[in-house]
T-cell receptor, first 114, second 111 residues
Framework: EPEVTQTPSHQVTQMGQEVILRCVPISNHLYFYWYRQILGQKVEFLVSFYNNEISEKSEIFDDQFSVERPDGSNFTLKIRSTKLEDSAMYFC????????????FGPGTRLLVL | KQEVTQIPAALSVPEGENLVLNCSFTDSAIYNLQWFRQDPGKGLTSLLLIQSSQREQTSGRLNASLDKSSGRSTLYIAASQPGDSATYLCASGEYGNKLVFGAGTILRVKS
């Protein structure tokens, strides 16, 4: 069964460093998303992406964050200058042809900022 | 701003029991309601999606209902098993395809 994959599974970085989290969505999906879950808190929406542009973003998704689909398979989240409070599990998700469809989540990348 | 609440926060039941997990949302203008399962330290597994025009969806021992007007959804698990132990999350599907999540119900099924 097709699934969303994410790399790396864990990343440790120093405050102020740039990190890139990578995702490979399900191959025939066209809508892509990033969410995050700070330990012990709710899963929070960051951004949705369709047709090579951001379609919706949350207040969390400020200028320090960016997303990109550099080729036909990868979808990346970049954090330019990490802060301690960026430590969280980051989930990528994708959905099929139209919005309102089931979103399928990857296993997540656990980011720890020291 | 949409708020999603799940009750109870935790539930412990003996194996074989039927159980109901509750989800409520403050803004009824949702596109859909999705239920997920999350195992410790893992990603989210989609269980059921109910479109806003639907009343319920079933998959195996799981049945989810949606009452938009009252802002409620329930997940019914029949004949619970120890393997059902996990955190169950509900999420409302909003404009822009974003999901707004509840905090989850931690379920433990004792053998």
């Amino acid at each position: 069964e097709p699934e969303v994959t994410q790399t790396p599974s864990h990343q440790v970085t120093q405050m102020g460093q740039e990190v890139i989290l990578r995702c490979v969505p399900i191959s025939n999906h066209l809508y892509f998303y990033w969410y995050r879950q700070i330990l012990g808190q709710k899963v929070e929406f960051l951004v949705s992406f369709y047709n090579n542009e951001i379609s919706e973003k949350s207040e969390i998704f400020d200028d320090q964050f960016s997303v990109e689909r550099p080729d036909g398979s990868n979808f990346t989240l970049k954090i330019r200058s990490t802060k301690l409070e960026d430590s969280a599990m980051y989930f990528c998700a994708s959905s099929a042809l139209t919005g309102g469809e089931t979103q399928y989540f990857g296993p997540g990348t656990r980011l720890l900022v020291l | 701003k949409q708020e999603v609440t799940q009750i109870p926060a935790a539930l412990s039941v003996p194996e074989g029991e039927n159980l109901v997990l509750n989800c409520s949302f403050t803004d009824s203008a949702i596109y859909n309601l999705q239920w997920f399962r999350q195992d410790p330290g893992k990603g989210l597994t989609s269980l059921l999606l109910i479109q806003s025009s639907q009343r319920e969806q079933t998959s195996g021992r799981l049945n989810a209902s949606l009452d938009k007007s009252s802002g409620r959804s329930t997940l019914y698990i029949a004949a619970s098993q120890p393997g059902d132990s996990a955190t169950y999350l509900c999420a409302s599907g909003e404009y822009g395809n974003k999901l707004v999540f509840g905090a989850g119900t931690i379920l433990r099924v004792k053998s």
